[in-house]
C-alpha cells in the first residue's frame, strides 16, 4: 500500500463547477500538507499549504485536511479552463523532515 | 529573474550511453533535489543534497548520480541509460529550515529524456 493515495482521474468537469480533489494517507507522522499544481509538461508550482486540521481558504481554492481520517482536499470554486492541470498533493511528517512524500496526482480538466 | 533552470528541455540518447542534465538555480537555496516522474507513479526522489559536497540518496538512486561542488548547480548523470519509454526528470530547490509561506520547494520546469 503506498503512503499517500489519490485518484489519478482524468476529471472532466463544466465550467462554473465546484471541484474536489482528495488524497489519503497512512503515514499519522505527516504533519505537513501541500497541493501542487502542474501544466502540461511544466514543473509543478505550489498552490496552497497547511499544518492543521481545518481549512484553508485563498482565492477560489480552499484546502481542507483532516487528520483523524487521514484525508485531505483541495475545492476549486467557480472553476476555469486555466484550471486545466494535474494536481499534485504532498506531504511530510515535520519541518526537518526533507523527503516530501507525493500523490500520483489527478489530472483535471475543466470545459468551457 | 530568480529560479531553477534545467537544460537540455529535450534529449535523446542511445541506449548504454551515459547523460547529464543540467540543473541551476540563482535562488540562493541550500538544499537541491532530482526527482524522475512516471505515469501514474507520482514524483520519485532520486537524489538530495543540504549542502555543497555532500548528497544523499533518495528512493530510486541506482542507475544515477549527482555531483555538488557549487551551491547554485546540481547535475544529475544518467549511467547506462536504458531504453524505455520518455522519462520527465525534475530538479528542485529549497531553504532549509522550518516550510512554510516562505519556504517552500520550487521545482525547474523539468528535462525529457528519451533512450533510443
Known amino acids: 500500500q503506498k503512503e499517500v493515495e489519490q485518484d489519478p482521474g482524468p476529471l472532466s468537469v463544466p465550467e462554473g463547477a465546484i471541484v474536489s480533489l482528495n488524497c489519503t494517507y497512512s503515514?499519522?507522522?505527516?504533519?505537513?500538507f501541500m497541493w501542487y499544481r502542474q501544466y502540461s509538461r511544466k514543473g509543478p508550482e505550489l498552490l496552497m499549504y497547511?499544518?492543521?486540521?481545518g481549512n484553508k481558504e485563498d482565492g477560489r481554492f480552499t484546502a481542507q485536511v483532516d487528520k483523524s481520517s487521514k484525508y485531505i482536499s483541495l475545492f476549486i470554486r467557480d472553476s476555469q479552463p486555466s484550471d486545466s492541470a494535474t494536481y499534485l498533493c504532498?506531504?511530510?511528517?515535520?519541518?526537518?523532515?526533507?523527503?516530501?512524500?507525493f500523490g500520483t496526482g489527478t489530472r483535471l480538466t475543466i470545459i468551457p | 529573474d530568480g529560479g531553477i533552470t534545467q537544460s537540455p528541455k529535450y534529449l535523446f540518447r542511445k541506449e548504454g550511453q551515459n547523460v547529464t542534465l543540467s540543473c541551476e538555480q540563482n535562488?540562493?537555496?541550500?538544499?537541491m533535489y532530482w526527482y524522475r516522474q512516471d505515469p501514474g507513479q507520482g514524483l520519485r526522489l532520486i537524489y538530495y543534497?543540504?549542502?555543497?559536497?555532500?548528497?544523499q540518496k533518495g528512493d530510486i538512486a541506482e542507475g544515477y548520480s549527482v555531483s555538488r561542488e557549487k551551491k547554485e548547480s546540481f547535475p544529475l548523470t544518467v549511467t547506462s541509460a536504458q531504453k524505455n519509454p520518455t522519462v520527465f526528470y525534475l530538479c528542485?530547490?529549497?531553504?532549509?529550515?522550518?516550510?512554510?509561506?516562505?519556504?517552500?520547494?520550487?521545482f525547474g520546469e523539468g528535462s525529457w529524456l528519451t533512450v533510443v
Open positions: 528542485a530547490s529549497r531553504n532549509l529550515g522550518p516550510l512554510g509561506a516562505g519556504n517552500t520547494i520550487y
Open positions: 503515514n499519522s507522522a505527516f504533519q505537513y
Open positions: 497547511t499544518y492543521s486540521s
Open positions: 504532498a506531504m511530510v511528517p515535520n519541518f526537518g523532515n526533507e523527503k516530501l512524500t
Open positions: 535562488l540562493n537555496h541550500d538544499a
Open positions: 543534497s543540504q549542502i555543497v559536497n555532500d548528497f
